[in-house]
Every structure is written in C-alpha cells, then in structure tokens.
C-alpha cells in the first residue's frame, strides 16, 4: 500500500507539531515534534516507534539494529497485539498477536489540542486477508495523544450482529538505563503465569529483572510504576479497559536469536504490556465498543 505524503500532508500535517515523511526503504512515519516531546508512528502495523518527553532520555525504546521489512513490526516501539495475544487459540498456524501490527492503517483524523497536546488517530485497513485470518465484522482505531504523557488508545467496534471475543495487548518496550537495576511496583499480591519456569504464582514485592521473564499477570487493573535509578526517574503505567499486565525481557540467549536486538540491547528495554490476555479476554457486544486505554508519564526519582 503506497500512500501519497503530499495528500497526507494537505489533509493532516498540523505546522509545527505533526508531518508526514518517509525514509528510503523505510516506513511512512507520522512525526510528531510538539512543546512536550517527540514521538514518531509508523503507519505501517500502527506501530508507535519512539516517544522522548522534552530534554529527557527516550521514554519508547527502539532497538538501533531495528530493520524495516514490509508486513512486519520492528523491534521495539509498541507493536499493536489484536485480535489475539499470543498464539492463536484455535490455530497456531496463524501470526502470532494477530495481524494489526502486520498490515497497513490509514489516518482518519489528527488534531491539535487546546493545552497544545498533538492527537493522532490511526484505522486499521481491512481487507480479504483480515477477513480469512479473523472473519468478525468490527472496526479498529489506534488515538496517540502527545503531550505532557503519551496516551494511547486502541478501540474495537463490534459491527456485526453478534457478539465476538478478543485478546490484544498494547506490546510497550520501554528504554531503561540498565535491567539489573530495574524494578516494576504495582503487581504485589498479583498471580501470574510464568511462561519461563511454569506454573502460576503469586508476586511477592516489586518485580525485579534478573533473567528472562515472561510473566502474564492476570485479573489486574493496577497501575504499574517502572523505577529507574540509573535515569533517576520512574515511568507510570496507568491503563484502563484492562485486566492483564504482561512483563517480558528476553535477556541474552533469547535476544541474540532475534537478530535485531542490538549488542546487549535486552539490557536497555523492559516491556510492560497492557493487555487482555488468557483468561480475561473481552467480548464485545454487537454495536459495542471496547477501548484498551495505557497511559504512561514519567516522574523524576531520587
């Protein structure tokens, strides 16, 4: 899908917060530059790239070995997971976290806010292939707020005549200053199953990241704060229209085998998704919308 950045440009750049470019062999990127920060969406897969608060370190981490090929995220950024997380429930043979993070979106609005905040709304393109891999009538859009936080939401319209179930994620890498010194509160008390080791848990105090985790904690609605020594600052996770957070770092072997991790780059990104996963999957009425609302602000610490 080739989009035409002159017409991108005409009907949404906003001067001097939000224009539409594209790099050779690379994606087209909605660039936002406002008062607040910098934050840069891929419209392919949707895929928000990087977020960086004003004169601070970037809050979104994007991997520096990231590689652009057409019809798949790139390492790092938030990678949209809908209409399921994980593997297919019904066939593993289909992508896993389902296609939106695959396949084109079109902008269908942007707008410059009144505290001088910058909004961007994104659509899914639907077509026969998302019609072969998920065959339910609905409609997605993806609203980026950057201003003083980054704010995103993912709505799911049911436009069909039945009711259908979702799994979906919000896929957040976060840049940290370095793992071992991380620490994620917010999740005391939470069970979990721990897709390293096995079983279901239960977290006792804050998360801390000593190796690969893969962790997805069920039946919670909490905030979650990521505390960063190293940056002297914290990051706040607040979300709404979720009841699961997953907390994954691949570490050093896993990583490597990705190829576009970077040297050490396991050691510069924590995820900490905002999601509706396993069990507490959403069903969507007919004419009904879900939104899966994460919002994340950053504080100074120490």
């Known amino acids: 899908m080739t989009l035409d950045l002159d017409l991108l440009n005409s009907r949404h750049a906003l001067e001097g917060a939000l224009r539409f470019t594209r790099a050779e062999n690379g994606p087209t990127l909605a660039d ?26 970037p809050v979104v981490w994007l991997s520096p070995e990231a590689r652009y090929v057409p019809g798949k995220s790139l390492r790092g950024g938030v990678p949209v997971c809908w209409p399921w997380f994980g593997p297919n429930g019904q ?18 609005a942007s707008e410059r806010l009144a505290d001088g905040a910058t909004r961007l709304t994104l659509q899914l393109v639907q077509d026969e292939d998302t019609a072969r891999l998920w065959p339910h009538k609905a409609e997605l859009s993806l609203t980026v707020t950057v201003g003083t936080a980054l704010r995103i939401e993912l709505a799911t319209r049911n436009l069909g005549a039945e009711p259908f179930a979702i799994t979906e994620a919000l896929h957040t890498y976060f840049q940290v200053s370095d793992i071992g010194d991380v620490s994620v509160s917010g999740l005391e008390g939470c069970s979990y199953l721990d897709k390293v080791e096995g079983g279901s848990k239960v977290q006792q105090g804050a998360v801390a990241i000593g190796g690969e985790m893969d962790r997805v904690y069920l039946a919670t609605t909490a905030e979650c ?47 900490v998704e905002s999601a509706n996963a396993l069990e507490d999957a959403v069903t969507v009425g007919a004419g009904e919308t879900h939104v899966l609302m994460a919002e994340y602000a950053v504080e100074s610490e120490g």
């Open 32 to 57: 936002i530059d406002n008062a607040f920060g910098q934050a840069a969406i891929a419209l392919e897969g949707g895929q928000i790239l990087t977020w960086a608060p004003k004169g601070q370190e």
């Open 91 to 108: 066939d593993a043979a289909l992508p896993a976290h389902g296609f939106a993070r695959n396949k084109p979106w079109q902008v269908a």
């Open 225 to 271: 704060v990521i505390h960063d020594p190293g940056y002297k600052r914290r990051i706040r996770v607040a979300k709404s229209g979720s009841r699961s957070t997953v907390v994954w770092n691949p570490w050093a072997e896993k990583g490597a085998k990705f190829g576009d991790m970077g040297q050490d780059g396991y050691r510069r990104m924590l995820c």
